[in-house]
């Protein structure tokens, strides 16, 4: 049998699944108190229309920078040459 050493980077699942978009939406009421702005989520039965505030927030993941890839393909071709060199009887 034959020793492949593995950086542990290399383990790590680095494409993983991804949420396409995540947004999250609420509505909160927004008062001023001595100079302070109070924020509550009240129901909305109970909201007065001018002081109903929306606030919507969309998340889009980014792609992997090129450098973790490079990083990661950099490993799995120092692996496959380990594992191939084991094959053909190199060291």
């Not at 109070?38 to 505030?53: C, D, N, Y």
């Not at 606030?55 to 980014?62: A, G, K, W, Y």
Request: net charge negative; hydrophobic share 35%; glycine share 8%.
């Amino acid at each position: 049998m034959r020793q492949v050493d593995v950086p542990l980077i290399a383990l790590v699942p680095i494409n993983a699944s991804k949420v396409g978009k995540a947004t999250f939406s609420v509505d909160f009421q927004l008062d001023d108190d001595d100079g302070e702005v109070m924020v509550s989520f009240p129901k909305k039965q109970s909201v007065e229309e001018q002081h109903l505030s929306h606030l919507e927030i969309s998340i889009v993941p980014d792609e992997l920078p090129g450098g973790i890839s490079s990083i990661a393909r950099s490993y799995s071709d120092v692996i496959e040459r380990q594992i191939e060199g084991g094959k053909n009887g190199e060291i």
